[in-house]
């Protein structure tokens, strides 16, 4: 019971334009919902959240977009570079609304071309 | 500057062989956490520590798995009798408390191969 989904594997956006990820959610109790980053071989790092009682939150470049009705997430990064390449996961807080343990989408493998 | 340091980077066992996973969390802190990357898929939380305590252990397989987190050195992830389905990657993270925000420090992982 996948309740984070992230249904597209992978995108590529050329360098400089703008890069939306998307993530669909099925537990409307979620509190929070939080964006990581990951490079190859790497541990993934903290990206971005966003409260479940925003729409909307920005940082630099990163803007995180939540329409609670549609249960749906985005992450938008403009203008994209080269080094924005990466696995990105959304996440939200477990099933039981613990903290404790965050339930990872799949993943989107974003390529940006030079 | 150490952030979470897990070790071995990549380890190789044949079926039915013990697996060992070890996590130093970063510097101050205190709450380990485990999660499991199975291929093609997104990291799934197996098991959160604090020192000499199990606190969830929710996503732990029933059998052969079990995690320690002693009052002195690392957390360890021991997987007994390992099979091939236990091939995967297996992160470590850690906070300085309860995650409240959801934002873990993770370590670069642990890829195990089993043959």
Redesign the interface.
Known sequence: DQQVKQNSPSLSVQEGRISILNCDYTNSMFDYFLWYKKYPAEGPTFLISISSIKDKNEDGRFTVFLNKSAKHLSLHIVPSQPGDSAVYFCAAPGSSGSARQLTFGSGTQLTVLP | NAG?MQNPRHLVRRRGQEARLRCSPMKGHSHV?W?RQLP??????MV?LQKENI??E??MPKERFSAEFPKEGPSILRIQQVVRGDSAAY?C?SSAG????????????SRLTVL
């Not at chain 2, 093609?40 to 939380?45: D, Q, T, V």
Request: net charge negative; proline share 4%; hydrophobic share 30%.
């Open positions: 979470v956490y999660y093609e898929e997104g990291l799934k939380f959160y606190i969830d929710s996503g992160f993270a309860p995650s409240n925000t959801g934002e873990l420090f993770f370590g670069e992982g």
